[in-house]
């Protein structure tokens, strides 16, 4: 199957700083790529949709100028938290669609 | 709208019985349900999916899984359970005309196996 791959797996950063997460699809071209949140013991829930080439689309209740979202090219998409804060710790997954979407291992964020 | 339920937030089987995670959903439109399996700290991994024709599904690893539209349901089944399959596993749901699009996952279910 596809592959999707995250960088950082994980990191830990102080309150205020920010902390940027790279999604790449490593061997198909993705136009649109998905970010999703998920706490501990939690489902996964949807933040933005990222679109190559154009604005992400947040999904209702996500700051957007708190979690920026770059879709630099058909296989890279960036999230940027901004300003972290400790209820920002969380785990952020990635995933990129074919036919199916293709999960990306996900980043573990801690904030201090 | 699409939404998705799991009956249950935890289950727990015996290693070699059989293994039956309880998923319901709804859609305004025809959906694509799909399975996925979470091992801690780790991306999800499809297990199996439904798109149309035959409504029973084989997965990886033994899983299989029903879709029946007049109980809206979707459940996940394993005849004889392996303790490497204790893990998160989540039930989603896509409206079929939106190729590609955002999924919509239930709360998951633990699976734990017993020696």
């Known amino acids: 199957g596809a592959v999707v791959s995250q960088h950082p797996s994980w990191v830990i950063c102080k309150s205020g700083t920010s902390v940027k997460i790279e999604c790449r699809s490593l061997?198909?071209?993705?136009?649109?790529m998905f970010w999703y949140r998920q706490f501990p013991k939690q489902s996964l829930m949807l933040m933005a949709t990222s679109n190559e080439g154009s604005k992400a689309t947040y999904e209702q209740g996500v700051e957007k100028d708190k979690f920026l979202i770059n879709h630099a090219s058909l296989t890279l998409s960036t999230l940027t938290v901004t300003s972290a804060h400790p209820e920002d710790s969380s785990f952020y997954i990635c995933?990129?669609?074919?036919?199916?979407?293709?999960f990306g291992p996900g980043t573990r964020l801690t904030v201090l | 709208a699409q939404s998705v339920t799991q009956l249950g937030s935890h289950v727990s089987v015996s290693e070699g019985a059989l293994v039956l995670l309880r998923c319901n959903y709804s859609s305004s439109v025809p959906p694509y349900l799909f399975w996925y399996v979470q091992y801690p700290n780790q991306g999800l991994q499809l297990l199996l999916k439904y798109t149309t024709g035959a409504t029973l599904v084989k997965g990886i690893n033994g899983f299989e899984a029903e879709f029946k539209k007049s109980e809206t349901s979707f459940h996940l089944t394993k005849p004889s359970a392996h303790m490497s399959d204790a893990a998160e596993y989540f039930c989603a749901v896509r409206g079929s005309y939106n190729q590609g699009g955002k999924l919509i996952f239930g709360q998951g279910t633990e699976l734990s196996v017993k020696p």
């Open positions: 061997d198909f071209q993705a136009t649109t």
């Open positions: 995933s990129a669609p074919i036919d199916e979407q293709f």
